[in-house]
């Protein structure tokens, strides 16, 4: 690598990995979204178009970080995300075991990191970190919430949504009350 590349060539294949793998996230979450659409779940549908669209900025967070290093930007080919679900249960239950597996995904490019003493990208994958927890605990709430509700009181799950919107965890601390 030339000097004014900051991070190893290992480095930026696995983030490259990684811009495919939140791509992914991101297909796999318009098409639960379309699935939900269609089945005039209209709340689950928002929260999943709008949960397609943080995925993406998560990609491009990666490629403007690979630009900024100097590093190579080469994104793979993304496999095609799953499109039939039998429940909404299955769609959520899907949508959750994506977030661990993002997780550890992330847990492994931070070891990668350590073990190269690269600071800049340990640093830069803190907010990644952060992330997860946040994205794992918000989808494993609605896997509960559909849960209670059973696939006859989805209406229930909608206006839950409706109320709770984003079901983030992290309180908003613009309101100051
Ligand atoms: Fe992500
Ligand atoms: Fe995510």
Redesign the pocket.
């Known amino acids: 690598m030339p000097d004014n590349v900051l991070i190893s060539q290992s480095m930026n294949t696995a983030i490259n990995e990684q811009i495919g793998n939140e791509f992914c996230?991101s297909l796999q979450y318009v098409a639960i979204a379309a699935h939900f659409d269609s089945d005039d779940l209209l709340e689950l549908a928002q929260h999943f178009y709008r949960?397609a669209e943080?995925?993406r900025t998560?990609a491009m967070r990666f490629v403007k970080f690979l630009v900024d290093a100097g590093a190579q930007v080469e994104i793979p080919s993304i496999p095609q995300p799953t499109s039939h679900f039998g429940t909404v249960e299955e769609a959520i239950q899907k949508a959750l075991d994506?977030?661990i597996a993002?997780t550890r995904q992330i847990n492994a490019l931070m070891d990668l990191a350590v073990k190269e003493s690269d600071h800049i990208t340990h640093n830069f994958l803190q907010w990644f970190v952060t992330?997860?927890l946040e994205?794992v605990s918000s989808m494993d709430t609605l896997l509960k919430i559909v849960r209670r509700a059973g696939e006859q009181n989805l209406l229930h799950v909608e206006e839950y949504l409706a109320r709770h919107g984003r079901l983030t965890s992290t309180p908003d601390l613009s309101q100051g009350s």
């Open positions: 996230a949960q943080e995925e998560h994506g977030e993002v992330e997860q994205e």
